[in-house]
C-alpha cells in the first residue's frame, strides 16, 4: 500500500551539530519526495525537493539523498541552529493526475543549546 | 499576496453539528487539498482537487465533503460532526504547473468536537 514512515520519532542534537533525519516509504511509482518543516501552532512549509530519477540535492544548509534502491529518503541539516528545531516531515507525490501528496508520521528535531 | 488562507481558525461543535471550513488561495494554483493532523502525527489527505471542477477521495474522506467552488475557493464540509473528527485541519494548493511541487499550506483550523 501507500505509505511513507520515518525510523526515528525523536531526534535531539546539540546545536552546531549536523543532524540526520530518516524517511522510509514504500510506493516505488512516486515521482517527487519532499521534506517539510512544521513548527508548532503553524502550516507545514516547504525545504527541499527531490526527483525520483535524482539521488542527491543540495539546499542551503540542507541535503536530501534518495536511496530507491532500498526505498530510502534523508535529510542533512549541516550546523543545526536553534530555529531549526520543529518536526519534520517526508513526504511522496505521486502523479496520479492531482499529484496525491502523501505525507509520513514526522520526526521532531530538538536542538540544545 | 496572502497566500492560502482558511477560516475559521478555531470551532467548537456539538456532536451530529455541520459546519464547512473555508479555504482559498491568491496564487492561482490548479491542485488544492485537505488534511487533518491529529496530535503528534502527520497530515492525512482528506479530498484533493487537482483542478476545478474535478475532486477526489484522499486517504480518510469518511464523513466528509468538498466543493471546489472556483480555481481559488475549496470548502470542506462536515455534515454531522463526531468527537473523531476533532483535528487540525489544513488546507494547501500546489501550482502544477512548470515541475514545481511545492505545497502551500495555510495555518490551519482547530477543530473541538464535543
Known amino acids: 500500500g501507500e505509505s511513507v514512515g520515518l525510523h526515528l520519532p525523536t531526534l535531539s542534537v546539540q546545536e552546531g551539530d549536523n543532524s540526520i533525519i530518516n524517511c522510509a516509504y514504500s510506493?516505488?511509482?512516486?515521482?517527487?519526495f519532499i521534506w517539510y518543516k512544521q513548527e508548532s501552532g503553524k502550516g507545514p512549509q516547504f525545504i527541499i525537493d527531490?526527483?525520483?530519477?535524482?539521488d542527491k540535492r543540495q539546499g542551503q544548509r540542507v541535503t536530501v539523498l534518495l536511496n530507491k534502491t532500498v526505498k530510502h529518503l534523508s535529510l542533512q541539516i549541516a550546523a543545526t541552529q536553534p530555529g531549526d528545531s520543529a518536526v519534520y516531515f517526508c513526504?511522496?507525490?505521486?502523479?496520479?493526475?492531482?499529484?496525491?501528496?502523501?505525507f509520513g508520521a514526522g520526526t521532531r528535531l530538538f536542538v540544545k543549546a | 499576496n496572502a497566500g492560502v488562507t482558511q477560516t475559521p481558525k478555531f470551532q467548537v461543535l456539538k456532536t451530529g453539528q455541520s459546519m464547512t471550513l473555508q479555504c482559498a488561495q491568491d496564487?492561482?494554483?490548479?491542485?488544492m487539498y485537505w488534511y487533518r493532523q491529529d496530535p503528534g502525527m502527520g497530515l492525512r489527505l482528506i479530498y484533493y482537487?487537482?483542478?476545478?471542477?474535478?475532486?477526489d477521495k484522499g486517504e480518510v474522506p469518511n464523513g466528509y465533503n468538498v466543493s471546489r467552488l472556483n480555481k481559488r475557493e475549496f470548502s470542506l464540509r462536515l455534515e454531522s460532526a463526531a468527537p473523531s473528527q476533532t483535528s487540525v485541519y489544513f488546507c494547501?494548493?500546489?501550482?502544477?504547473?512548470?515541475?514545481?511541487?511545492?505545497?502551500?499550506f495555510g495555518e490551519g483550523s482547530w477543530l473541538t468536537v464535543v
Open positions: 494547501a494548493s500546489r501550482s502544477g504547473t512548470g515541475g514545481r511541487n511545492t505545497i502551500y
Open positions: 510506493n516505488s511509482a512516486s515521482d517527487y
Open positions: 527531490i526527483r525520483s530519477n535524482m
Open positions: 513526504a511522496e507525490i505521486l502523479d496520479t493526475g492531482g499529484f496525491k501528496t502523501i
Open positions: 496564487m492561482n494554483h490548479n491542485s
Open positions: 482537487s487537482a483542478s476545478e471542477g474535478t475532486t
